[in-house]
């Protein structure tokens, strides 16, 4: 059991270009969740996905994001056209499928726009 | 929509003390889960102690239990002989019963002074 990782760990961009974060869940879990995390405040939940099916989006999620798990295995998060808003730590956590499993953290990337 | 409350955005303890954390609740379900997580700075969160809203009995885990009031909709965490490394961001988070996502409180700043 390697953990949940996540790639890259900091990531600095200029408001209006394009980024992309890289989830690898632990390999047995099935389920994979997306957050986000502002200083000073909880994680709020992005988005998940049992196997390759993106199956809930938030409303935090708007146009210029999208989630991709093209195989079941590891997960990218596109922030497109960045604002300085969206400059947070962005989560990954994974689970196995069912209410008894928790839901284990990443790292997490932390996004600076400028 | 479930909201979580977490009133004290910081709480000191002395080393070997005890403290007890606060957390409230607002649902309609009445299958649900309630966790309390551990974000040490820099470290990725990594689960405490969980309580299922079916079971009367306060969950425990060593240091940690929790005093579980569901008429009530509290949750709060009391951490006895605190150590050093219990220093940390501590959020207590609400999951329903289908087992997707977690609903964050905006945390609790925990230090322990020696």
């Known amino acids: 059991d390697t953990g949940v990782s996540q790639d890259p760990r900091h990531k600095i961009t200029k408001r209006g270009q394009n980024v992309t974060f890289r989830c690898d869940p632990i390999s047995e879990h099935n389920r994979l969740y997306w957050y986000r995390q502002t200083l000073g405040q909880g994680p709020e939940f992005l988005t998940y996905f049992q196997n390759e099916a993106q199956l809930e989006k938030s409303r935090l999620l708007s146009d210029r994001f999208s989630a991709e798990r093209p195989k079941g295995s590891f997960s990218t998060l596109e922030i497109q056209r960045t604002e300085q808003g969206d400059s947070a730590m962005y989560l990954c956590a994974s689970s196995r499928g069912g209410v008894l499993y928790e839901q284990y953290f990443g790292p997490g990337t932390r996004l600076t726009v400028t | 929509a479930q909201t979580v409350t977490q009133s004290q955005p910081e709480m000191s303890v002395q080393e070997a003390e005890t403290v007890t954390l606060s957390c409230t609740y607002d649902?309609?379900?009445?299958?649900?889960?309630l966790f309390w997580y551990k974000q040490p700075p820099s470290r990725q969160m990594i689960l405490v102690i969980r309580q299922e809203a079916y079971k009367q009995q306060n969950a425990t885990e060593n240091r940690f239990s929790v005093n579980f009031q569901k008429a009530a909709k509290s949750f709060s965490l009391k951490i006895s002989d605190s150590q050093l490394g219990d220093a940390a961001m501590y959020f207590c988070a609400y999951r329903d019963g289908y087992g997707n996502k977690l609903v964050f409180g905006a945390g609790t700043i925990l230090r322990v002074k020696s």
């Open positions: 649902t309609s379900e009445s299958d649900y889960y």
